[in-house]
């Protein structure tokens, strides 16, 4: 495989397991060379490099930029990361599908349907990929999970049920002007529940057709909500049920999926860190144990030791996915058109919570701008 050039634009909190990522495409699989790092803030690049240990010998060879046009006329990068405020996937995006990049947003896509189609629209044109960070597609197993309950191997999907009490202080939201705003990020569910969302309705297989939703601001000085609620009809008779939110303890993260079949059920997630799985066949015997094993010696074969030392940071498998895709001219596995989808579905959530009913899908266009004022201005 030729070897790609990379940049990565914005070099905050989850820019540095990218950076990790990318380290080990460059170093270990020799797939890319990372070739600039670009944000406005000064020094930020710089102070990226050291938390991640980039070593001396590769440091000479990034670029840093501050601003990320002139970068992508400059360096003509193979590959984008795109790590900034939500509000700026888009634009940011299209400029560097304009300069002929594959990409990859962060979650969410975009903050509109309108945006995510440009996007879409824009790279098919150029047959570029685009890849969104929903990194529980790379969590161990999930894929095989993903696999066996589309190839029927549980039976009929009745339901699934998903939780993420992912807590957060007030200081969490009061680290950069941009979160919990509606025009650059949004809250519980468009920001920490977009994951889980997009990981249940992948693994429940079927898109949604109607949303019932309802959010709330509880207890932080935000914009938008710190708690929603939703119940999704998907087609073929399957139910989705979602609850997410950020006022729990921040020592106790939660993200819990449950889906029930008719010959089988699953359960699994992760709790302070801890991650935990159930897998129940048609006889009621635990086969989590099996998956694991299968899961364990593939990614042996893959990569040895080092693949195995990867799965601490997901952003890894999202990394090799992509960059195969881009090479293969496949779509990623977590690939625009799911990204939108994931944000299609929190936008209804958001929409039947402003409108007070349930709302149809396919939505036409709904902005999350559009609930400025949904609560009062200020707790
Ligand atoms: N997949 C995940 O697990 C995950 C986790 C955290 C955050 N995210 C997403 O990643 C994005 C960034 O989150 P974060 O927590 O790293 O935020 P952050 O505020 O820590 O970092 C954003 C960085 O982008 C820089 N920036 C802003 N505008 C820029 C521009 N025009 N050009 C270059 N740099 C610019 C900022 O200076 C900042 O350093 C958000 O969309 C968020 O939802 C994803």
Same mark, same amino acid.
């Given at each position: 495989?030729?070897?790609? %050039?990379?940049?990565?634009?914005?070099?905050? %909190?989850?820019? *540095?397991?990218?950076? %990790?990522?990318?380290?080990?495409?460059?170093?270990?699989?020799?797939?890319?060379?990372?070739?600039?790092?670009?944000?406005? $803030?000064?020094?930020?690049?710089?102070?990226?490099?050291?938390?991640?240990?980039?070593?001396?010998?590769?440091?000479?060879?990034?670029? &840093?930029?501050?601003?990320?046009?002139?970068?992508?006329?400059?360096? %003509?990068?193979?590959?984008?990361?795109?790590?900034?405020?939500?509000?700026?996937?888009?634009?940011?995006?299209?400029?560097?599908?304009?300069?002929?990049?594959?990409?990859?947003?962060?979650?969410?896509?975009?903050?509109?349907?309108?945006?995510?189609?440009?996007?879409? *629209?824009?790279?098919?044109?150029?047959?570029?990929? +685009?890849?969104?960070?929903?990194?529980?597609?790379?969590?161990?197993?999930?894929?095989?999970?993903?696999?066996?309950?589309? *190839?029927?191997?549980?039976?009929?999907?009745?339901?699934?049920?998903?939780?993420?009490?992912?807590?957060?202080?007030?200081?969490?939201?009061?680290?950069?002007?941009? $979160?919990?705003?509606?025009?650059?990020?949004?809250?519980?569910?468009?920001?920490?529940?977009?994951?889980?969302?997009?990981?249940?309705?992948?693994?429940?297989?079927?898109?949604?057709?109607?949303?019932?939703?309802?959010?709330? $601001?509880?207890?932080?000085?935000?914009? *938008?909500?710190?708690?929603?609620?939703?119940?999704?009809?998907?087609?073929?008779?399957?139910?989705?049920?979602?609850?997410?939110?950020?006022?729990?303890?921040?020592?106790?993260?939660?993200?819990?999926?449950?889906?029930?079949?008719?010959?089988?059920?699953?359960?699994?997630?992760?709790?302070?860190?801890?991650?935990? +799985?159930?897998?129940?066949?048609?006889?009621?015997?635990?086969?989590?144990? $099996?998956?694991?094993?299968?899961? +364990?010696?593939?990614?042996?074969?893959?990569?040895?030791?080092?693949?195995?030392?990867?799965?601490?940071?997901?952003?890894?498998?999202?990394?090799?996915?992509?960059?195969?895709?881009?090479?293969?001219?496949?779509?990623?596995?977590?690939?625009?058109?799911?990204?939108?989808?994931? &944000?299609?579905?929190?936008?209804?959530?958001?929409?039947?919570?402003?409108?007070?009913?349930?709302?149809?899908?396919?939505?036409?266009?709904?902005?999350?701008?559009?609930?400025?004022?949904?609560?009062?201005?200020?707790?």
């Amino acid at each position: 495989m030729k070897k790609m %050039k990379y940049a990565l634009i914005g070099c905050g %909190k989850v820019a *540095a397991k990218h950076l %990790k990522a990318a380290l080990y495409q460059c170093r270990k699989l020799n797939t890319i060379e990372i070739a600039a790092l670009v944000d406005t $803030r000064e020094g930020a690049a710089e102070d990226l490099m050291d938390s991640v240990g980039v070593p001396k010998r590769l440091r000479t060879g990034i670029r &840093v930029y501050k601003d990320y046009a002139q970068m992508l006329e400059e360096v %003509k990068p193979d590959l984008t990361a795109i790590t900034t405020p939500s509000g700026s996937h888009a634009v940011i995006g299209l400029k560097a599908i304009a300069a002929g990049s594959h990409i990859l947003l962060e979650k969410p896509l975009t903050l509109s349907l309108a945006e995510a189609d440009q996007l879409l *629209a824009a790279a098919n044109e150029k047959s570029l990929q +685009i890849a969104v960070g929903h990194i529980y597609r790379f969590f161990p197993v999930v894929q095989q999970l993903q696999a066996d309950l589309a *190839a029927g191997k549980f039976g009929q999907i009745l339901y699934g049920d998903v939780k993420v009490r992912w807590g957060h202080d007030q200081s969490y939201y009061d680290q950069a002007a941009w $979160r919990g705003t509606w025009t650059n990020d949004g809250g519980a569910l468009m920001n920490q529940s977009i994951h889980a969302l997009d990981l249940m309705i992948w693994l429940l297989g079927k898109p949604a057709l109607t949303v019932n939703g309802r959010v709330d $601001r509880q207890i932080h000085r935000m914009q *938008a909500e710190d708690l929603g609620f939703a119940t999704l009809q998907l087609a073929d008779g399957i139910w989705c049920q979602l609850e997410g939110t950020t006022n729990t303890d921040p020592e106790r993260q939660e993200a819990s999926f449950f889906v029930r079949c008719t010959e089988g059920e699953l359960r699994a997630g992760i709790m302070a860190g801890r991650p935990r +799985i159930e897998v129940i066949d048609a006889d009621g015997r635990d086969v989590s144990g $099996r998956y694991m094993r299968r899961f +364990i010696s593939q990614k042996l074969r893959e990569g040895g030791l080092g693949a195995l030392k990867q799965l601490t940071n997901p952003h890894s498998g999202l990394y090799s996915d992509w960059i195969q895709a881009a090479a293969a001219g496949r779509s990623p596995i977590a690939d625009g058109a799911s990204g939108r989808q994931a &944000v299609e579905m929190v936008l209804a959530i958001y929409k039947s919570s402003l409108l007070g009913r349930q709302v149809e899908l396919p939505l036409t266009d709904f902005k999350l701008e559009q609930m400025a004022g949904y609560f009062p201005e200020q707790l």
